[in-house]
């Protein structure tokens, strides 16, 4: 027998290791915890064993192979199940700093909108029937007055003249029955606006692929979202959803392209300048923040500022304009504007060194300018790349002083970059459903969040592009990341959600008004959370049986991918019993 | 315009910057490179670039998304029509440190060595017909004299009595020739032993359903390994094919289990004791290394050692058994026994915390047996997993103080331990293609590796299991991880082939012999590999055509994942056709 002191020493020393090596960790750094937060975490721990040992270990008609943390897309309908989901629902989340506006609201909104307006009109390359209606994109557009139509033959119609443009009502109510009928016609435009599990899983099922369909669906949405009226609906929804998701402050980046995707006016062919849309965007927030006050909800809504964003694929030259644009709506809406930003595809498009020249003396016009500041906050390393442009784009991002990172998937292979983003506080904002959507990760088990939470880099959770992904809000993101860890508690959750706060761009007072504000929900949803966990907890261990083995105490294993130790005695017994068989003969 | 003088300091930085980020990778650490080093290097990339953007960017009947680095099973038919492949078959390898022997042979040779032996039986629980032969197993076992049998019917017979005993050979040349005669059994019993790509990727794709069938091909297999004529040959052929490819030791796990997996006699029916394994397997190195000696190839074969292993399902004091039957075969083999580790499923079995008691007495049990000392070469962390067991025994395995560490998967996520491996110069035993096949990636691109390479963590790249994955020797493992990244060059992957040498358990006379003969042969190679490699690209480019761009000084993205910038320009096309068309009725 080894001595009780030796497994004494062993165990203290051992308890050492661990805390020293997740001493990086928000929830280690916080020190000890209040009984509330104790338990309240304890409880939704139990809630994810008992659900991994439940609801994910059951068989699901196509669902292959169900696991907590799964792929989103075919999890989603057994995520919505839970109840460490619905619980999440409740949870103040602090800020959404990574999200492009125009992918920002639910499909089926945006589609109850747009039929408000008369101006929008939808066509085809061809009359669509069941054959060609998976392969033909619609074309959205609003038209001016003197071009609508009244739209006599439907898209289905074997007489449609090809790319006659049909107003959008009306294109929906004679959708061919045979299609679907107008849910039909509802169908075809969402199937153009979203990425559908066929498309992640397997049509398209590399990084490259992926997202030569996700694009298109901004292509399509373009032609909806910057109708400037449907705009401020949408940017009215945006906001308003994501209050209800416990977000209070948004920072959105929007992509500006002024010749390629313009912002078309009211009467359906006016340009509308970008200082509008700014001043359109400002009115909104305004807006709400009025009558949330009005409804002394006004913790609940801190503000909103725009990253200004364009497309990595134009010129150095190009991009000066942007940038001298960027400068002249800082100057007009100095609390509006948060920074700075090249997106796209990072694998496909431009690195930072090809804008090194208008990148590095966009400081001194800004100076020469007179306005405040505009960080870079810079998307980088969104890639499976090892050493491409997309990986270096990361070391561009830093030297170039980005104030935090889009993405940074790919920062883990980088000692000295994480290094600096620790000493310097450069935030990565991580889109866990975005990464795993478009094929950087396969599931949120090969996600390299839980190595950049340990090596102690400041992270905050992003949506990214909830509305092509499904993952409105951040609930979803939060549960992902929750569900696929034993380490990830309710307290690191929330210590994230305290810290997208600090690395927002708010001000020092709004910011102090935001970590109060959230402070007192954050209180108020660990009560709730404790509640409606022990209750479920109750109810769950009354109706246990065979089927839902329900071991909390039980190793870490069944836990994470449920029951499984079954299956594994089966193979050793199968095994046992040839041998044995084999022995009986001789 | 920036000054030329800031851009000029700017790219100072960045150089210093990716140096520093890159300092400790052994390319990095390595210092200047000779001429030839540097061309050899320069020319491999090239070569890489060249196959990115040609054989790896067609399109292929049933390989639904090629690139390099992509799923092995499914990769595996383009690879072995590389020009990197045939290379890097002719590399020094250095040592083989984490192999299980008893899935090291290739499975056709493995039938064919069986076929030899009259003792060699196989059943089936029922008539195998063209339904059911894809979910039978084939069960193999040598018999005694007395109850071998002439094997009147054929397996597939329908009047086959289920559960009968019929030799070998008679079962080969009686399998019915709708199920495709000799070779349809010889399919039959090859499925059994290996991992197809429709079980890697669609029916059992995840890390849980994959183990299930990738123990099954042990449990059938050692039917055939575990009989001692056989295994003779076995060890025979697993030495003499990883000398020919380019392998000059090995490390093999040999997994003990008296009662489960005896090793069985040439007459059938008796137990080999353990120390006439290794009795046999010093027998048939020495016999090699002699063989050598007299061709002049000595340098070509250093010797083998092997790692004592059991199964991690056993109780504490059964480990107890294994871990005195270890010291007594240390006792009597002092340069035979490398090391002590628990092998299988850590997600699925015992953790280390399990065996704590017996596990800490084993130094002193050597001290008492005056062997010198066997150190712990543990697995540790081959999961997927964030704060499970199998995740937390990488604590607990280098608290025990282990050598390397088999697997290391998720040692990424832990700051502390890395640091540690560092230090203590532990390194880890990494397995490419095992860690994907196993669903623990998806593909090269999202392996830990580069991350470990670049944090400066020791690195031994291994094969693991390569008759069920179909990765013999090394080179498929080094192909993979050269494949998928634009940092790592051929410079790299010799440091790491010396590394292997360096971090094996070869006393230090031995290191030394083997790092000088690997040197010679490395100057050798790299002449090779230079003239091999610009032949190639001298006839590559007078080949290029317009399906296969060639552009070797353009964006490492094309090198990467092959032309695919057209596609993006497409779907912009499009948009910007959608929009100009809607200008245009305006």
């Known amino acids: 027998m080894s001595s009780p002191v030796a497994m004494a020493e062993y165990q203290a020393e051992r308890r050492q290791l661990i805390a020293e090596d997740r001493s990086g960790r928000l929830d280690y750094k916080k020190g000890p915890l ?43 309908s057994i995520i919505v199940q839970t109840k460490l989901f619905e619980i999440l629902g409740k949870m103040p989340k602090g800020a959404l700093l990574h999200a492009h506006l125009d992918a920002t609201v639910n499909v089926s909104v945006l589609l109850e909108i747009a039929m408000k307006y008369p101006a929008m009109h939808v066509r085809a390359s061809t009359a669509l029937n069941a054959t060609n209606i998976d392969s033909i994109l619609p074309q959205l557009s609003p038209l001016p007055q003197e071009l609508r139509t009244a ?5 289905t119609d074997v007489n449609y003249t090809s790319n006659t443009w049909i107003p959008l009502t009306k294109a929906r109510e004679t959708f061919d029955s045979k299609l679907g009928g107008p849910e039909g016609f509802d169908r075809w435009i969402t199937a153009a606006l979203i990425i559908n599990p ?6 398209h099922n590399t990084v490259k692929k992926i997202w030569q369909k996700f694009q298109s669906t901004f292509a399509v949405g373009a032609g909806l979202v910057r109708y400037e009226p449907i705009h401020k609906d949408y940017i009215r929804e ?23 995707r313009p912002f078309i006016a009211a009467d359906g062919k006016t340009l509308v300048p970008h200082r509008e849309i700014m001043k359109g965007f400002q009115d909104v927030v305004n807006q709400v923040k009025a009558e949330l006050k009005e ?26 304009w942007y940038l001298r644009d960027c400068i002249s709506l800082k100057k007009e809406f100095p609390d509006l504007i948060a920074g700075f930003d090249l997106v796209g595809p990072e694998d496909e498009l431009k690195p930072l060194t090809y804008y090194l020249e208008p990148l590095l003396k966009f400081r001194e016009m800004q100076k020469e300018a007179g306005v405040s500041e505009i960080p870079f906050i810079f998307h980088g390393g969104e890639t499976l790349g090892d050493g491409t442009e997309a990986d270096m784009n990361l070391y561009d991002a830093i030297l170039l002083g980005t104030k935090r990172i889009g993405h940074g998937f790919s920062l883990i292979k980088h000692p000295k970059l994480m290094q600096i983003c620790k000493e310097r506080g450069i935030a990565i904002e991580v889109c866990p459903i975005s990464n795993e959507i478009l094929r950087l990760t396969s599931s949120m088990h090969m ?17 990214d592009d909830p509305s092509a992904f499904g993952n409105m809000g951040l609930t979803f993101d939060y549960f992902q990341v929750l569900a696929a860890s ?7 959750l929330g210590e994230m959600a305290k810290d997208s706060i600090n690395f927002s761009s ?26 409606e966990g022990q209750d479920f907890l109750t109810q769950f261990k009354s109706e246990v049986n065979v089927h839902d083995e329900y071991k909390p105490d039980n190793s870490v294993i069944r836990q994470q991918y449920g029951s499984r130790k079954w299956m594994y005695k089966k193979t050793m017994r199968t095994e046992w019993m040839m041998m044995r068989q084999c022995n009986v003969l001789r």
């Open 447 to 463: 996600h390299p969040l839980p190595a950049l939470l340990n090596h102690g880099i400041p992270v905050a959770l992003c949506s």
């Open 295 to 320: 409804q002394g909800r006004e913790d609940e809504f801190i503000g909103a500022r725009i990253i200004y964003s364009t497309i990595r694929f134009i010129t150095p030259s190009e991009l000066e």
């Open 151 to 155: 739209g006599g033959t439907a898209l």
């Open 238 to 260: 945006f906001i308003l959803s994501s209050i209800a998701d416990g977000i209070s402050y948004v920072e959105p980046r929007i992509s500006f392209l002024r010749d390629l």
């Open 34 to 76: 209040s009984e509330q937060e104790a338990l309240a975490d304890k409880v939704i721990r139990e809630v994810r064993a008992a659900e991994a040992s439940s609801i994910w270990s059951r068989e699901y008609e196509g669902i292959p192979h169900p696991f907590p943390g799964m792929e989103f897309l075919t999890g989603r």
């Open 506 to 531: 708010m001000d020092p007072e709004e910011k102090e008004r935001a970590l109060t504000a959230w402070q007192k929900r954050w209180d108020v949803f660990l009560e709730y959370a404790t509640k």
């Open 486 to 492: 034993e380490v990830t508690g309710l307290v690191q």
């Open 198 to 203: 066929t498309e992640a899983y397997v049509t």
